[in-house]
């Protein structure tokens, strides 16, 4: 961003965002560094700048001085420009807010929402990356982060419907489950939104996609943009409200799901109106209610939890439960709750400045996959997949990524529902 650092605002904004619990978490930090060897930025640099705690040096030094318990001897130090200006890319290019740092700090602090909370002032200072702000700014005005307008969506819905010869529901009037789409799905994975399409279909769920509120991603609430954030989210609402749906699917999208199941309530100012499902948590409900069986899959793989599905979401499961198909399947070390972050999450994909420490990063992912001696990796988020598809080409690496979602489709055993 061109515009003057405004130390004033951002101060006034760190103040604004730091509820209680964010103010205990800068007071409980004991520097003990324990945080540094479990962030995969630390561990591909060893950057110490990289430390997790290290990242929220101005929140913490804006809070001291204006309103920590000795604010009013007005001895603690200044915010500064250069603070922010050092430490906007240690926020946005160096933190995927995955929460693998909380896991073993022995005081509960969640970088990640510190994170969040950091970035709304950074850009009430005119700082931020614009790559990022502007995938924002473009979910605002065009609906989407990556030009998925209404118009697009609806040629494109049409594109796939014919080419596959799949029922895609859109604006279907009243239905009980409203599917939602992450824009990096329909521009650059358009099968898996074919698969979707089948798996519910086959499954006889009774859905739509609507053109009132389809975008998953939330590029607001990752760019620092709280009233972006909140317009995703109501796009949504209103899409439920009119479809009757009481129940939204999420995508293979990470943080759509993070930010609309675990801060949905919080933005929208009550409680959604509806319950908020991953789509692996959704066709983990049809498998086990019978509804879709599958046929086993060849190949030697293994499985990327998406950081705010598994960790930061709890349905690392349900992934499981769906990967029995795979003939072969074996789990990396760490996995799980412990799993690596792809290096993309929390909006970095977006920043194009951030493709180097990307790529660094995602050597720590080969590695875990070639120890498992798996041929491909399968995941269930396109952000993931978009982040190690780049790093993947970067290093010239062989083995192959692989949709969930995608993988299933191709699997449904029985006939899928005809086409109207
Ligand atoms: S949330 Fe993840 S990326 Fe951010 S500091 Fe913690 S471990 Fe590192
Ligand atoms: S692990 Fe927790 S307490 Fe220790 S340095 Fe990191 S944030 Fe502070």
């Known amino acids: 961003m061109n515009a003057p650092v405004d130390i004033n605002k951002a101060s006034a904004k760190f103040l604004q965002v730091t509820a209680e619990h964010l103010a205990v978490y800068m007071e409980a930090c004991v520097r003990c560094g324990l945080c540094a060897e479990v962030c995969h930025f630390h561990q591909a640099s060893g950057d110490p700048r990289h430390t997790p705690a290290y990242k929220l040096v101005p929140m913490t030094k804006a809070y001291r001085r204006q309103s920590g318990p000795f604010a009013w001897l007005g001895l603690a130090p200044k915010l500064t420009e250069k603070d922010l200006t050092e430490w906007e890319e240690l926020l946005f290019d160096t933190c995927n807010m995955c929460g693998r740092c909380t896991i073993v700090c022995p005081m509960g602090i969640d970088i990640a929402s510190m994170t969040a909370a950091a970035r709304q002032a950074f850009v009430a200072a005119g700082l931020g990356p614009e790559d990022l702000e502007q995938s924002a700014q473009n979910s605002l005005d065009h609906g989407s982060p990556l030009g998925l307008t ?7 819905i049409d594109w796939l419907a014919d080419d596959y010869e799949v029922d895609i529901p859109l604006d279907k009037g009243k239905a009980e489950v409203l599917l939602t789409i992450s824009s990096i799905e329909m521009m650059k994975y358009p099968d898996s939104v074919v698969a979707m399409a089948k798996l519910f279909n086959a499954a006889g769920v009774d859905w739509t996609f609507s053109t009132k509120g389809y975008e998953a991603t939330n590029f607001g609430y990752l760019a620092g943009r709280a009233d972006i954030a909140k317009a995703m989210v109501e796009r949504i609402v209103a899409a439920a409200e009119e479809t009757g749906a009481k129940t939204v699917v999420i995508p293979e999208c990470g943080h759509a799901y993070g930010v609309l199941r675990w801060g949905g309530g919080n933005i929208h100012g009550k409680p959604l109106p509806f319950e908020v499902w991953h789509i692996t948590e959704y066709l983990a409900k049809l498998k086990r209610e019978g509804k879709l069986k599958f046929k086993p899959i060849d190949g030697k793989v293994t499985y990327h939890d998406p950081c705010q599905v598994s960790r930061r979401g709890g349905a690392k499961d349900d992934a499981r439960y769906l990967l029995e198909s795979f003939k072969e399947f074996r789990e990396m ?43 491909a990796l399968v995941s269930s988020c396109a952000n993931c997949r978009l982040t190690m598809d780049e790093s993947k080409a970067h290093w010239k690496w062989d083995h192959d990524l692989v949709s969930i979602v995608e993988a299933l489709a191709d699997a449904i055993d029985g006939p899928a529902a005809a086409k109207d």
């Open 333 to 375: 070390e760490p996995t799980g709750n412990y799993n690596w972050c792809c290096g993309g999450g929390g909006g970095v994909q977006a920043i194009q400045r951030s493709a180097e420490i990307r790529y660094k990063v995602f050597r720590i992912k080969m590695d875990q996959v070639e120890k498992a001696g798996a041929d």
């Open 150 to 156: 209404v118009d697009k969506l609806e040629e494109r």
